[in-house]
């Protein structure tokens, strides 16, 4: 079964810029998370959409960050303006329904803001 | 917040002897996760163990959970340098009991010599 894809793999962009993040989650899969890695530490979450709903963002910085789940498919992660403490490795996740469900993870996007 | 704190923070050992690693977590928790994170294949879901279990095997993997002290142990057996890795530990709340949302640890970089 194919895995949890992102794009871009890598991003470089200045401070104040925008940026944008995709991720297309396991087929069937209703649960979505969007994490922060900063370097050095464990993923923290930002946003969990369950379909197209959003279940928790209480940790999203929501002045400059934003994210959608259109169809409840493919989402994406928006950061604008960016600053360098926005520096981090960006995964996104799925899982089936149930809390007992393992999430499985892609590959990641590093962002760098210089 | 991180609720998971993982210990030590790094394990260097030779292959062929056994890795032990630490979560102790602040919280009491609906069931705790381990988490295997590398360059080569991101991070993957290694196993779960639900609040009322004591100790769970997968393959080379033994992990245990003491409720009452809030901690979990993950014991790597016979390590490969394959394993070398960063190993998390993450928790899920009973506040989070219908989203199953993850909080991670800030990990454990295990690194397994030739």
């Known amino acids: 079964e194919a895995g949890v894809a992102q794009s871009p793999r890598y991003k470089i962009i200045e401070k104040r810029q925008s940026v944008a993040f995709w991720c297309n989650p396991i087929?069937?899969?209703?649960?979505l998370y969007w994490y922060q890695q900063i370097l050095g530490q464990g993923p923290k979450l930002l946003i969990q959409?369950?379909?197209?709903?959003?279940?928790?963002d209480s940790q999203l910085p929501k002045d400059r960050f934003s994210a959608e789940r259109l169809k409840g498919v493919d989402s994406t992660l928006k950061i604008q303006p960016a600053k360098l403490e926005d520096s981090a490795v960006y995964l996104c996740a799925s899982s089936s329904e149930g809390i007992y469900n393992e999430q499985f993870f892609g590959p990641g996007t590093r962002l760098t803001v210089l | 917040s991180q609720q998971g704190e993982e210990d030590p923070q790094a394990l260097s050992i030779q292959e062929g002897e056994n890795a032990t690693m630490n979560c102790s977590y602040k919280?009491?928790?609906?069931?705790l996760q381990w988490y295997r994170q590398n360059s080569g294949r991101g991070l993957v879901h290694l196993i779960l163990?639900?609040?009322?279990?004591r100790e769970k095997h997968s393959g080379r993997l033994r992990v245990t959970l003491d409720t009452s002290k809030k901690s979990s142990s993950l014991l790597i057996t016979a390590s490969r340098a394959a394993d070398t890795a960063s190993y998390f530990c993450a928790t899920v709340p009973p506040s989070s009991s219908n989203t199953g949302k993850l909080i991670f640890g800030q990990g454990t970089t295990l690194q397994v010599k030739p």
């Open positions: 087929s069937g899969h209703a649960t």
């Open positions: 919280t009491s928790i609906n069931n």
């Open positions: 163990i639900r609040s009322n279990e």
């Open positions: 959409f369950q379909n197209n709903g959003v279940v928790d």
